[in-house]
């Protein structure tokens, strides 16, 4: 077992490379199940996640190799997939069970294979977290769906053909799995209310370079009229706007000044408008975005929302700036039922957080002392790690695999601007 040991204190000035983004890699990474060319990612971040989805791509008879003209270590990694010989329709429980996002090979499989068998996921737990909607999604495009021993098989022997599908509110794994089912169903489907992340759109933008016909993506509906096969493509994996707003606490928390290399402001607009509410100087630069702060720290109030909203990706992360902020803040939870296991480690660090159901109320503090902290899930890891970057003393960080999973190079990237984070053998 590792940990993180992080001295608080530094001002963290200097440039940030921005990795490409897990959540819009994962669901790229099943497009090539899609077809029986070779399909080519770049700029895939070197996560656990991205090696647990490999596992299980590789498990199902699709070949993956490095592709030639991987950039260096800030440019992230290509590699080329070719899944003309699917060998297994079956996603193994050892396999699903690391990692939720493993559902989203259940569309394109069983758009192309006409089965697929997928066991129901594990992941982060943040939550009850049903996938009743990609079923019904599925139902909706004609598969079969049944559940047997803690696996889904959707079954579409003949194909599956276009419908009319109705989020009662959006999901963004869900409309991956319905867009992606849907490219190669006959006729055409309609996705209403589906979630408007811009990793839809990258998905949506790597399948049209595969010959999808699909519109309406980042809107309230999305047309796709089904096409009889899709080809091969090469796709650049979108900037990671939760890494780069991450990195954009950061600097606001220690007074710093960052620039997060290859961000895109439109991404994240929300999360940098509260920024700059809070006390940060957001500007656009020719190469990313660059957050200041202007030497104040305002207590804020926010809820976490579907895209454009404040994305519940980022609330974790806000918790640990409103703990040495002005005054008190709000955060309001609104995605997920379970997503503020980080605030007993928060108040380990002497934060003074009160939770009342799908709110927090904090009274902010000023100054934060370090400890020894659990890292719970993904995104309630880098809120301590920000905590840990302002705490007096030295923060000991343990179970570092939920961070593996979702940040590339942190201690690099946080040393380049003047971190002190050091990880050892707990
Ligand atoms: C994705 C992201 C995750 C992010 C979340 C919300 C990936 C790999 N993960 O997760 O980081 O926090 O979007 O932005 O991209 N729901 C149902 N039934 C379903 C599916 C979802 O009730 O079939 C509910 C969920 O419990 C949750 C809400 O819908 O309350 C939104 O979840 P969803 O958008 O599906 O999240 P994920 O795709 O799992």
């Known amino acids: 077992m590792e940990k993180l040991i992080i001295s608080g204190g530094q001002k963290l000035e200097g440039v940030i490379p921005i990795s490409g983004a897990k959540n819009a890699a994962l669901p790229l990474m099943c497009t090539p199940l899609l077809t029986d060319e070779a399909v080519t990612l770049t700029n895939l971040p070197r996560l656990a996640d991205i090696s647990t989805l490999s596992d299980l791509l590789n498990h199902m008879g699709v070949s993956i190799m490095i592709a030639g003209g991987s950039g260096g270590r800030a440019k992230g990694r290509s590699l080329t997939f070719d899944a003309s010989n699917i060998t297994d329709t079956v996603a193994p429980y050892d396999i699903v069970r690391k990692m939720r996002a493993s559902i989203l090979v259940l569309g ?12 129901l996921p594990g992941g982060c737990a943040i939550g009850n977290r049903p996938i009743d909607l990609h079923l019904k999604s599925l139902e909706a495009l004609g598969a079969i769906i049944d559940l047997e021993q803690g696996y889904v098989r959707a079954s579409a022997p003949k194909g599956l053909r276009g419908g009319v599908i109705d989020f009662p509110f959006p999901s963004v794994g869900a409309t991956e799995n319905a867009l992606m089912a849907a490219t190669l169903a006959k006729g055409t489907t309609t996705i209403n209310n589906p979630a408007q992340e811009p990793e839809i759109v990258d998905l949506a933008n790597c399948l049209r370079a595969m010959g999808a016909n699909i519109s309406g993506d980042g809107t309230e509906k999305i047309i796709i009229e089904g096409v009889d096969r899709l080809h091969g493509a090469t796709h650049a994996v979108m900037p990671d706007r939760v890494e780069a707003g991450s990195y954009a606490v950061a600097a606001l928390m220690t007074k710093g000044n960052i620039l997060l290399e290859g961000a895109r402001a439109s991404d994240m607009q929300a999360a940098l408008d509260v920024l700059t ?61 379970n997503r503020f296991m980080h605030v007993p480690e928060l ?13 927090a109320v904090i009274e902010g503090v000023d100054t934060l002392k370090a400890a020894q902290v659990m890292a719970t899930d993904l995104r309630a890891s880098m809120c301590l790690v920000l905590a840990g970057l302002v705490a007096e003393g030295e923060t000991h960080i ?29």
């Open 347 to 359: 108040c380990r660090l002497g934060a003074d957080i009160s939770v009342n159901g799908s709110q």
């Open 398 to 426: 343990n179970r570092l695999y939920h961070l593996d999973r979702g940040y590339e190079r942190l201690e690099e990237k946080l040393r380049f601007v003047g971190a002190k984070v050091d990880r050892v053998s707990a």
């Open 277 to 337: 509410e809070i006390g940060a100087v957001v500007s656009e630069e020719p190469n990313g975005i660059r957050v200041k702060s202007n030497g104040h720290l305002h207590g804020f109030h926010l809820t976490t929302e579907p895209f454009p909203g404040f994305p519940t990706d980022m609330q974790a992360q806000f918790m640990a700036l409103a703990a040495i902020a002005e005054g008190t803040s709000s955060i309001t939870e609104a995605i997920f039922e």
């Open 108 to 119: 394109p499989l069983v758009a192309r294979a006409g089965e697929a068998i997928v066991s």
